[in-house]
T-cell receptor, first 114, second 113 residues
Framework: AQSVTQLGSHVSVSEGALVLLRCNYSSSVPPYLFWYVQYPNQGLQLLLKYTTGATLVKGINGFEAEFKKSETSFHLTKPSAHMSDAAEYFCAVMDTGTASKLTFGTGTRLQVTL | DVKVTQSSRYLVKRTGEKVFLECVQDMDHENMFWYRQDPGLGLRLIYFSYDVKMKEKGDIPEGYSVSREKKERFSLILESASTNQTSMYLC????????????FGSGTRLTVV
């Protein structure tokens, strides 16, 4: 069974600082990997995804993530945090077999301070 | 844009009531999903469906059932609501190829009293 581990349920950064949200996955086959963002009182919005090809993927709002197979990681980064980035972020893995279920991590709440 | 619409934003029900949560998508997606979201637990899959009248159990199906009579509509049913089903419920839809990811609704916050 696939699983996702997000290190740190809460991360706080200053505005303008680097954002790094960690995600490690467990999968017996190369997975599809996703990052979603959830703003207060809203559903989830897709930030970016890795399926095949280039291991560094760029998403919306200046976020990017790098798939590192050797480390089974898919960490999310943004060079300079903005107040509007405050939200909850979820990493997810999708199996590439017959089922296309998404398995989510427990989420990381990002706080951005002045 | 794909829209996934959940019929209620907030819902309060009494213990033992039968509860229906409705989800409608407008992009002819084959796959539809119901998740519940709880603090510290992330999103957990309850049920999903690949086609009309087809359903599969997810990771936490106990106490729930689903119905998919039309392609665009996927209903989650709590046969006899209990307080431990108080949660945020999120519906999602997607299509093949599977690597497109899913589109989520805004969620229904259900409180069972």
């Amino acid at each position: 069974a696939q699983s996702v581990t997000q290190l740190g349920s809460h991360v706080s950064v200053s505005e303008g600082a680097l954002v790094l949200l960690r995600c490690n996955y467990s999968s017996s086959v190369p997975p599809y990997l996703f990052w979603y963002v959830q703003y207060p009182n809203q559903g989830l919005q897709l930030l970016l995804k890795y399926t095949t090809g280039a291991t560094l993927v760029k998403g919306i709002n200046g976020f990017e993530a790098e798939f590192k197979k050797s480390e089974t990681s898919f960490h999310l980064t943004k060079p300079s945090a903005h107040m509007s980035d405050a939200a909850e972020y979820f990493c997810a893995v999708m199996d590439t077999g017959t089922a296309s279920k998404l398995t989510f991590g427990t989420g990381t709440r990002l706080q951005v301070t002045l | 844009d794909v829209k996934v619409t959940q019929s209620s934003r907030y819902l309060v029900k009494r213990t033992g009531e039968k509860v229906f949560l409705e989800c409608v998508q407008d992009m002819d997606h084959e796959n539809m999903f119901w998740y519940r979201q709880d603090p510290g637990l992330g999103l957990r899959l309850i049920y999903f469906s690949y086609d009309v009248k087809m359903k599969e159990k997810g990771d936490i199906p106990e106490g729930y059932s689903v119905s998919r009579e039309k392609k665009e509509r996927f209903s989650l049913i709590l046969e006899s609501a209990s307080t431990n089903q108080t949660s945020m419920y999120l519906c999602a839809s997607g299509t093949v190829p599977r690597n497109y990811g899913y589109t989520f609704g805004s969620g229904t916050r259900l409180t069972v009293v």
